[in-house]
């Protein structure tokens, strides 16, 4: 594995400024692009999983926190208040507390539940200097975030379910969990009292990891102040482990913000609030990712899919207007010329991209393609139009 805070800087993926400060990386192209394709992945995956989204501030009352509980918990974690027309506003350290308050203003029917309510949003957390680093803690966050409003008897089936799309996601990003940990509660007032909750929560977390089959480790002191959660953890390159998916059980917030659903009985009920992040933090997943895959990205997620390669000047009209091509199907095409360097040159700067399109004069005659794989494998020479149709959807593994 590589040190994605060396490897994402040498690749021309993110970079950090004094200026700006410390835990606040920039995104430069190549790694928006990596960032954008992996959040447009994630919104698809939720949509076809039956999530709707949202849009919320990143920006709360005092108040909103002091109801959530993290006023109280969490306070250490956040950004001081700012005094803002007589009130005082937060930069949220996440996004439940905004979700509890979007579900509360229209009613539900028990018809509606499950409620999966998603949202790529930004939160902020006030790290200390001396854990900062790289992407992978930041004061800044692009948080994949979701949260179920469900019955409890749905609660164990939508876990389940959290836990499917997270399986899925690192296989379509070719990574892999480290380990799974039950978070539990442990000593002290870091946690929300109320024993009954936190006991059915965990036995609920409990029996979705023992169905599901997969080894895990529970652990007293790492649950959320409000509920138990299960933890998928990675590992870096130098062994650190870190926490990147998360699937939590909470009946705390449903209660402090009194939401309910009308039941066919036609009274109130307390929904109960299932908290899940499939990728955990942007910058986190795109960190781990480069370090697993040394830059070298699944087809779908490279800033760079295809380079075409003419061999000299005589093929660049032929190359132009295959890279037009390629760009009208999605594809992210670069065209490098021959004023770069020799063909081996070419090559080798190249080297990270999932496919080469070598031009000479056989192929711009005939409107053929030799390809070459990032592997060094060779394909045969064949027709662009052939090609191109060959290599699919290169914009999304969602299948």
């Known amino acids: 594995m590589h040190d994605h805070r060396k490897l994402g800087r040498e690749l021309g993926l993110f970079d950090t400024d004094p200026l700006i400060g410390a835990g606040l990386p920039y995104w430069l192209p190549d790694g ?32 909103l926190y002091e109801i959530s ?27 439940c507390p905004h979700h509890a308050v979007i579900y509360r203003s ?42 179920i409003f469900c019955t409890l ?35 002290g007032g870091k946690y929300v009292a109320a024993p009954e909750n936190w006991k059915r929560a965990a036995a609920l977390l409990t029996e979705v990891l023992d169905r599901s089959g997969l080894e895990y480790e529970a652990v007293e002191g790492e649950a959320a102040f409000y509920g138990p959660k299960i933890d ?17 059980v909470d009946f705390h ?32 997943a795109v960190a781990h990712l480069i370090e697993v895959h040394g830059g070298a990205f699944p087809a779908w997620l490279a800033p760079t899919q295809l380079v ?19 760009l009208r199907r999605g594809l992210r095409a670069e065209l490098s010329p021959p ?9 080798r700067e190249a080297r990270l991209v999932p496919y080469q399109v070598v031009i000479g004069a056989k192929e711009a005659e005939a409107d053929l393609v030799s390809v070459r794989l990032r592997d060094g494998q060779r394909l045969d020479a064949q027709p662009a139009e052939e090609f191109l149709a060959g290599l699919g959807d290169l914009r999304s593994s969602v299948d």
């Not at 939720?46 to 919320?56: I, K, L, N, P, W």
């Not at 974690?77 to 937060?90: C, H, I, K, R, T």
């Not at 917030?253 to 009274?267: I, K, N, S, V």
């Open 69 to 95: 509980g993290h006023w109280e918990h969490y306070r250490d974690d956040m950004f001081p208040p700012m005094d803002l027309g007589g009130e005082q506003v937060v930069l949220r350290p996440s996004l």
């Open 308 to 326: 075409i390669l003419p061999i000299s000047d005589a093929e660049l009209p032929h190359a132009d207007r295959f890279a037009r091509q390629c």
């Open 253 to 284: 917030q449903p209660e402090r913000f009194d939401l309910h659903y009308t039941g066919p009985d036609g009274a109130k009920h307390r929904p109960v609030m299932v908290h899940r992040s499939i990728i955990g933090s942007v910058e986190r």
């Open 32 to 63: 928006a692009v990596v960032r954008h394709t992996l959040e447009e992945y994630i919104r698809d995956a939720e949509r076809r999983a039956g999530y709707r989204h949202v849009c919320s501030p990143v920006l709360g009352k005092r108040e």
């Open 153 to 187: 008897d749905q609660v164990a089936e939508e876990a389940a379910a959290a836990l499917e799309l997270i399986r899925s996601a690192y296989a379509a990003m070719g990574i892999s969990a480290a380990r799974y940990r039950l978070s539990l509660a442990g000593e």
């Open 339 to 347: 004023d770069r360097g020799s063909l081996g040159a070419r090559i």
């Open 106 to 147: 229209r009613s539900h029917s028990y018809r509606e539940l499950p409620l999966r309510m998603a949202e790529l949003g930004g939160m902020y957390r006030s790290e200390l200097s001396g854990v900062l680093g790289g992407l992978t803690r930041v004061r800044a966050i692009q948080l994949n975030d979701a949260h």
């Open 232 to 248: 998928v953890q990675v590992a870096d390159s130098a062994g650190r482990e870190s926490t990147l998916s998360t699937v939590q």
